[in-house]
């Protein structure tokens, strides 16, 4: 497309590359000075133009059509040039575009923005585009973090502090101080290395605002959370999100399939992925 109508499209080509269809803009004039050679076989090319009548688009369809490129046409009248020149054309029907002159491209532009957001999801979905390959290409955002895997974000190895449930608190807390993130709880775990509870900062505070003596010589489990939530290391990130803000929780175990920790989700590497609460 030109103008406006090429913003649009160089939008489109990102929403296409984004959901896993392979696309590139490519600029009418510059297309006549050698950017044809980017066209390969099995491409389409998606012409936008609202009037149908862009000097530049329909100088250029002949061409493409010669290199066996099929071409699809959004423009406003079917029987336009550029309707007559593709192979598929969406028309829009007539646009009164906004604005008190009715001139500058406006509604025609949303609308081609729309139609061809619609498109490049269908074409994702036909092709099967998974919501782990999204999580590939968004590797840097908060949309593609939300569907990586617990063991992508987790703690674990030396950053989890792990205690026998046995312990008293202080032996816990002692063993448990180590450089590098700090982790907002202590794994307690039975004979057998299976997770029997939890012990957070939180409770920590509680037990000090007692002001009784010898309560850090407590085992842990007696203080403990008994049963604490989990999830596997092979969950999605957004099933953790979903349990750290239904349980109103900071810290949720990841264990394996005997139960022994792997690891630990902590809200503070999650905050940009949580839900918001919405007022009620």
Do not use: W, Y
Not at 37 to 55: I, P, Y
Not at 154 to 166: N, P, V
Request: hydrophobic residues 40%; proline residues 5%; aromatic residues 2%.
């Amino acid at each position: 497309g030109m103008g406006k109508a090429g913003l649009i499209g160089r939008k489109l080509t990102a929403t296409l590359s984004s959901t896993g269809t392979r696309a590139l803009f490519l600029h009418p004039a510059e297309a006549v000075h050698g950017d044809l050679g980017s066209l390969r076989a099995g491409d389409v090319l998606l012409a936008l133009s609202n009037s149908g009548e862009t000097d530049e688009l329909c100088r250029l369809l002949p061409i493409v059509r010669q290199l066996s490129i099929p071409v699809v046409a959004v423009t406003a009248r079917a029987t336009s040039t550029l309707g007559s020149l593709a192979q598929v054309t969406l028309a829009t029907g007539p646009i009164v575009e906004a604005g008190h002159f009715g001139l500058a491209p406006t509604t025609s532009t949303t609308v081609m923005l729309t139609l061809g957001d619609a498109l490049a999801l269908c074409v994702s979905r036909v092709r099967g585009f998974s919501r782990e390959q999204f999580a590939v290409l968004h590797p840097a955002g908060a949309l593609g973090r939300k569907l990586q895997c617990v063991c992508d974000a987790m703690r674990s190895g030396a950053e989890l502090r792990i205690a026998s449930e046995e312990s008293t608190i202080r032996e816990a807390l002692v063993a448990g101080r180590k450089s590098g993130r700090r982790t907002g709880a202590v794994i307690a775990v039975d004979a057998c290395g299976k997770l029997s509870g939890l012990f957070t900062d939180s409770d920590l505070a509680k037990l000090l605002e007692q002001r009784r003596e010898g309560q850090l010589d407590r085992p842990l489990r007696e203080v403990m959370t008994c049963r604490p939530k989990t999830i596997s290391a092979d969950s999605p990130l957004a099933d953790a999100c979903s349990l750290l803000a239904q349980h109103h929780i900071s810290e949720l175990p990841v264990v394996d399939d005997e139960g022994r920790p792997v690891g630990l989700v902590d809200i503070t590497d999650l905050i940009e992925l949580m839900p918001e609460e919405r007022p009620e």
